[in-house]
């Protein structure tokens, strides 16, 4: 009798040593503090350098009311912006407090796809930034509707990594999660239409390194990140 009260005891003590090692395991600390929309707005310049705020542009978003986009993303900012040339970039930054395995950033050959476009396959290109910026890994991929053709480069940022295939992102959280942290993101997309892919991604270039020198050091952050964390698996 007394070897199975024993043996009862150590199976209670068992399951709450469980319990107490599986709610630690759970991460509990937000990663990054989300930004309102009005503070996104005033993170980001209307006008640097060559470039100017364009107000007419209509940009690739998620449809109106869609739920799970309201749900991935605590703020999202879309802009148009014209160099002193007449070229056109258009500018999306979308924020997500969270990024769970349920809430994860859209990725824009997901979008554009949802939305009738023919998408290329993503490649991905590494942006020399300049300065003590160093480099920027992204993805570049060409979306086509009827005889809309838009050149995009894009990347997402986790914590404070830059990640641009899924694989590598799985693995952040992963690293994040074990650390007891719940995973901030920003995801990031520059697009251009009217020019051939080539030189497209050569304007959307020098926009990346012009809009990364105007901002403030805390913004960039925001945006990027630490390039020098950024997380090259290649997948």
Known sequence: MNARRINIVLAMVAILAAAVAAHAMVPHQHLGKAPTQDQLEAMIPKSFGQWTYEPSVRLVEPPDGDALSKQIYNAELARGYRDSAGHLVMLIIAYGASQSDRLQLHRPEICYSAQGFRVSKPESHTIDLGGDLQTLPTRRLVAQREDRIEPITYWMRLGDTVAIGP?????????????????????????????????????????????????????????????????????
Do not use: C, H, M, N
């Open 167 to 235: 694989v590598e992102r799985q693995v952040l959280k992963v690293e994040y999660g074990l650390r007891g942290y719940i995973t901030d993101g920003a995801l990031v997309r520059i697009s251009t239409l009217g020019l051939p892919p080539d030189q497209a991604y050569e304007v959307q270039k020098t926009f990346i390194r012009e809009f990364l020198q105007a901002v403030t050091p805390e913004t960039r952050r925001f945006i990027i990140g630490d390039v020098k964390q950024a997380v090259r698996i290649g997948f």
